[in-house]
């Protein structure tokens, strides 16, 4: 099968619809494989527009997949106020965002300038932020956090500790994965590892 064969060079984005990944040899779809995507990632840049404009912000997070509802939760914690915590407030608690996360990136050295990329797992996705008001919710969110972070899976909080902290959640509404992976080196006629 060639290279061209493998995209999807055609699609366009329709109003209100999606386009499918135009790299199609690089789209990851199995549920476990993408599981294993977010479980290599340690930070997630959050976008989102507020009174000030469109902003990106890198996150820590904690987080729940759900690879047969292919739904995603993340958790995060943040001051009582700040411009994060103000945009969430002035949506209504329904904030409209997207997010990305990236893991195991290399450069790969190509014979020409032209010939250079990267190697990479990465995901991208859109969904809702909204602060979490209810104790037990938020102490779950900041557990969470605590399992993917540290490491460390039981962490018990105090209600104090939880409210300390304001704990909000991202609920993704669609995600989709994408892998390159660092060529095998090696000599295979007729092969190009440069790409």
């Given at each position: 099968m060639g290279e061209h064969a493998k995209r999807r060079d055609g699609e366009r984005t329709v109003a209100g619809g999606?386009?499918?990944?135009?790299?199609?040899?690089?789209?990851?779809?199995?549920?476990?494989?993408?599981g294993a995507i977010i479980a290599g990632c340690d930070i997630v840049d959050m976008?989102?527009?507020?009174?000030?404009?469109?902003?990106?912000?890198?996150?820590?997070?904690?987080?729940?997949?759900?690879?047969?509802?292919?739904?995603?939760?993340?958790?995060?914690?943040?001051?009582?106020?700040?411009?994060?915590?103000?945009?969430?407030?002035?949506?209504?608690?329904?904030?409209?965002?997207?997010?990305?996360?990236?893991?195991?990136?290399?450069?790969?050295?190509?014979?020409?300038?032209?010939?250079?990329?990267?190697?990479?797992?990465?995901?991208?996705?859109?969904?809702?932020a909204s602060i979490v008001d209810d104790l037990d919710e938020a102490r779950h969110g900041l557990q969470l956090l605590m399992a993917h972070q540290a490491h460390m899976p039981h962490v018990e909080f105090t209600d104090a500790q939880v409210r300390a902290v304001t704990v909000w959640k991202v609920e993704s509404d669609r995600i989709t994965a994408k892998s390159h992976p660092r060529p095998?080196?090696?000599?295979?006629?007729?092969?190009?590892?440069?790409?």
């Open positions: 999606h386009r499918m990944m135009r790299r199609a040899d690089r789209e990851v779809t199995d549920a476990d494989a993408i976008a989102y527009a507020d009174a000030e404009g469109l902003t990106v912000v890198p996150l820590n997070f904690g987080y729940e997949y759900d690879g047969d509802a292919a739904r995603l939760t993340l958790w995060m914690h943040s001051a009582a106020r700040g411009r994060k915590i103000d945009a969430i407030r002035a949506a209504g608690n329904r904030l409209p965002v997207a997010f990305t996360m990236r893991t195991d990136c290399e450069v790969l050295e190509g014979r020409t300038a032209c010939n250079w990329g990267e190697a990479f797992k990465s995901i991208v996705g859109t969904g809702v095998v080196r090696g000599h295979t006629p007729g092969t190009d590892v440069s790409r």
